[in-house]
């Protein structure tokens, strides 16, 4: 595999296993592609599968998918606590190695065409693939969920960007689109008092006046008797790891606070990580092909 | 690849270009194994072959390009400055990924096992796949050179680990071992004295009083102006290189000098530098699976 991207379908079914089986063996044992996770959840009554591989494959996979939650999946007998509009509910392409956006985005548009042809299925671009900016934001299309669409998409702000002005009697529609990969970061501080993380996760995110691609809140590790500045980097290729951790560090500083540790929760890709060994290690002139599984 | 062991060959010749070739296509477009290095020297006379890949083909390259080497280069008319004893002069086999050292161990003793009764060779074991402690050391093993080794090899403490106790008339004797990778890694400081990156490589390096698997010397940078404290990390798994930055760092500051930047010389495992951004992000419970490339 010497070009990695990856994919999160999100699927309408959480609770039959059998065709939570039957959708992610898509993504099994297929030559450049690789099933790194499925995490199917009752309650939301929803399947978020996550592969990298290959382009070729992977879509072939995701075709595969798609094939069977639209003959198996019917949004108007789906209940669960996640919002959706779509039997596959969204689609996005991250770009993880010798890979970059547009390639995603061309993926998605690709896919998406494929798709809404074959099942005739209105299919809408978001966050980097989105046609306009108030398309960006996937809880924006979302809004009105599968029951809503029936009345939301008579409006012509609201045309599909492929398939037709029509929502899809089972299957509702979908999201595709394009976007960095999210890292889940967090960083405990060794103090209880909640404030002191609240104040610095304000500091640190974007929200509210700090580095564009961070959202962060302070939460409370009662089990350990200490807070932690929770954060999402939405785009580490911008705003690195290391540079978010050095700023959470000054700012907890300011109030006599430490850091003790950080949580890297699920996978990050190589470079997120080597970006730090670089800046730490102050390394002249570094390039990742020095690293040698980026020569595979 | 999943298992990734590095092997870099010596061959005794570097001057002529055909036979470089045939040796080096040896280990090109083959499956499994990727070709990272060729660096013939002129004069040296001698060729150093850097490829990575799984065990079994990588066993494969090396007995096809044994057989050329055998066959091509004939020890009694080489002349080159860098010492050697055989054809084939040193075959190490290093883990980089999914694999260790004891398995490096029996790859140098299988291959050696092949290769000595093929072409009737004797072949003694260095570093970590030593038989004693006086053949650890290469440069011992080698001391006498091929023209050498015709009386030495009679002499009951040098009988080869594998093969006849008799020196191939051209192909001489050759050394397979198992080691870890090397790192070669430079630390830039902003002074022009040359006394102080002396005195803080002796601090640093084992052979000093400082840490074991560092070597290192002061080393004048004249077009910049600066020094720089030249080291080779032989161990990065038992001394990571945030340790022996560190320790440069802190040496440093005793002098008032202050760390410019670093020099990282060729390649490294992605291991070796993921290391450090667990060290200074002060990761908790991190596991080199979350590294999305490492499940590939």
Same mark, same amino acid.
């Given at each position: 595999?010497?070009?990695?991207?990856?994919?999160?379908?999100?699927?309408?079914?959480g609770?039959?296993?059998?065709?939570?089986?039957?959708?992610?063996?898509?993504?099994?044992?297929?030559? !450049?592609v690789?099933?790194?996770?499925v995490?199917?959840?009752?309650?939301?009554?929803?399947?978020?599968?996550?592969?990298?591989?290959?382009? @070729?494959?992977?879509?072939?996979?995701?075709?595969?998918?798609f094939?069977?939650?639209v003959?198996?999946?019917?949004?108007?007998k789906?209940?669960?606590?996640?919002? *959706?509009?779509?039997?596959?509910?969204v689609?996005?392409?991250i #770009?993880?190695?010798?890979?970059?956006?547009?390639?995603?985005?061309?993926?998605a548009? !690709?896919?998406?065409?494929?798709i809404?042809?074959?099942?005739?299925?209105?299919?809408?671009?978001?966050? $980097?693939? $989105?046609?306009?900016?108030?398309?960006?934001?996937?809880?924006?299309?979302?809004?009105? @969920?599968?029951?809503?669409?029936?009345?939301?998409?008579?409006d012509?702000?609201?045309?599909?960007?492929f398939?037709p002005?029509?929502?899809? #009697?089972?299957?509702?529609?979908?999201?595709f689109?394009?976007r960095?990969?999210?890292?889940?970061?967090?960083?405990?501080?060794d103090?209880?008092?909640?404030?002191?993380?609240?104040?610095?996760?304000? $500091?640190? *995110?974007?929200?509210?006046g700090?580095?564009?691609?961070?959202k962060?809140?302070?939460?409370?590790l009662?089990?350990?008797?200490?807070?932690?500045?929770s954060?999402?980097?939405?785009?580490?290729?911008?705003?690195?790891?290391? *540079?978010?951790?050095?700023?959470v560090?000054?700012?907890?500083?300011?109030?006599?606070?430490?850091?003790?540790?950080s949580?890297l929760?699920?996978?990050?890709?190589?470079? $997120?990580?080597?970006?730090c060994?670089?800046?730490?290690?102050?390394? @002249?002139?570094?390039?990742?092909?020095?690293?040698?599984?980026?020569?595979?």
């Amino acid at each position: 595999m010497n070009k990695i991207i990856e994919t999160v379908p999100n699927f309408s079914e959480g609770r039959d296993e059998a065709v939570i089986k039957q959708i992610s063996d898509c993504f099994r044992n297929v030559d !450049e592609v690789k099933l790194l996770d499925v995490k199917p959840d009752k309650d939301h009554n929803r399947t978020v599968v996550t592969a990298i591989g290959e382009p @070729e494959p992977l879509k072939n996979c995701l075709y595969k998918a798609f094939e069977i939650a639209v003959e198996k999946i019917d949004l108007k007998k789906h209940k669960g606590e996640h919002p *959706r509009m779509g039997a596959v509910d969204v689609v996005p392409f991250i #770009p993880v190695r010798n890979s970059n956006m547009n390639e995603c985005i061309e993926l998605a548009k !690709e896919t998406a065409g494929v798709i809404s042809a074959k099942y005739n299925l209105p299919i809408f671009l978001y966050e $980097a693939a $989105a046609t306009s900016p108030d398309r960006q934001n996937l809880a924006n299309i979302r809004k009105g @969920e599968y029951e809503g669409w029936f009345e939301k998409i008579k409006d012509p702000k609201w045309k599909p960007d492929f398939g037709p002005s029509e929502v899809h #009697p089972t299957a509702g529609a979908s999201v595709f689109g394009a976007r960095e990969y999210l890292i889940a970061f967090n960083v405990n501080l060794d103090t209880s008092d909640i404030k002191i993380a609240d104040k610095i996760a304000r $500091a640190v *995110r974007g929200s509210s006046g700090g580095l564009v691609n961070v959202k962060g809140m302070g939460v409370e590790l009662s089990g350990r008797g200490i807070v932690q500045v929770s954060m999402n980097l939405v785009n580490y290729k911008k705003t690195p790891i290391f *540079r978010v951790f050095e700023m959470v560090r000054l700012e907890a500083a300011r109030y006599g606070v430490n850091v003790v540790g950080s949580e890297l929760i699920g996978m990050a890709p190589m470079e $997120a990580l080597i970006q730090c060994a670089d800046y730490y290690l102050r390394i @002249e002139d570094f390039d990742i092909k020095q690293v040698i599984e980026n020569n595979l």
